[in-house]
């Protein structure tokens, strides 16, 4: 087995480095990231640029580019054959609910779910790196759990949510939907040195929709939330009333 992996906060995190020695042992791996923190980013490609890819002392490729341009290089060419399995993380604070739209750690995931390869991100609920060994652990048990299942056929997707505890590897295990926030707070104003006024992008707002059966009761209630994500955003539901209103749109 061929393993990628990649995250959003650079080729230097501890939470890449944790993945990496985690998952040692269950193939060959490659490690492909971002040079820089790329955080927010989405699934955002580099268009107008050229990228670089540079090899770290420690083994590590990183490119000057976003998660998902790491991962869009490996599939393309970078590699020599293509990966069995993408794995993303571990990221260094929570992707849940409304966040997974816009993470660079779940977009690493997503980009190799949209070449066709099963793909799982994984993150800590809270800032910080702490406990990110059980955190590891959890990771391990996830992949080896899911590697034995008879889930060839298609590709898959799944977003883990870890809390920052010392027995994480020990906490059930739930699968679960996506939750929503609150909109952001507003975004904070301030001045710079030579007077211009700059903005700040506000905080993630709070939980809005957090009952059980979402990620955001899972990991408040010391549980580790693993949700089945997909990419079709069609509002299926929706499509017999808008034909209805719209009929044949030319």
Not at 15 to 39: F, H, K, M, T, Y
Not at 213 to 242: E, R
Request: overall charge negative; aromatic content about 6%; glycine content about 10%.
């Amino acid at each position: 087995m061929r393993i990628l992996i990649a995250n959003d906060d650079g080729y230097l995190a501890p939470g890449l480095a944790a993945l990496v020695r985690a998952i040692e042992g269950l193939g060959e791996i490659d490690v492909i990231a971002p040079e820089q923190n790329a955080s927010g980013t989405s699934n955002a490609l580099t268009l107008g640029r050229p990228l670089q890819v540079y090899k770290a002392a420690n083994g590590f490729h990183y490119v000057n580019g976003t998660p998902s341009d790491s991962v869009h290089l490996a599939m393309t060419g970078l590699l020599p054959q293509r990966p069995d399995l993408v794995l993303s993380g571990i990221n260094n604070g929570a992707n849940m609910g409304d966040d997974t739209l816009y993470s660079g750690t779940v977009a690493a995931a997503m980009e190799g779910f949209l070449f066709g390869v099963p793909a799982i991100a994984f993150s800590q609920v809270q800032r910080g790196w702490e406990h990110l060994d059980a955190a590891a652990r959890v990771a391990r048990a996830v992949v080896e759990q899911v590697l034995a299942l008879p889930l060839e056929g298609r590709p898959w997707l799944l977003n883990v949510n870890i809390p920052n505890r010392p027995d994480a590897d020990q906490l059930p295990r739930k699968l679960t939907r996506l939750g929503r926030r609150h909109a952001s707070e507003p975004a904070i104003r301030q001045t710079n040195p030579r007077g211009e006024t700059i903005y700040w992008i506000g905080p993630a707002g709070d939980a809005r929709e957090a009952g059980e059966g979402t990620d955001f009761h899972a990991t408040a209630s010391g549980c580790v939330s693993i949700t089945p994500l997909q990419v079709d955003l069609t509002d299926h539901a929706g499509l017999p009333a808008w034909r209805e209103a719209l009929g044949t749109v030319a």
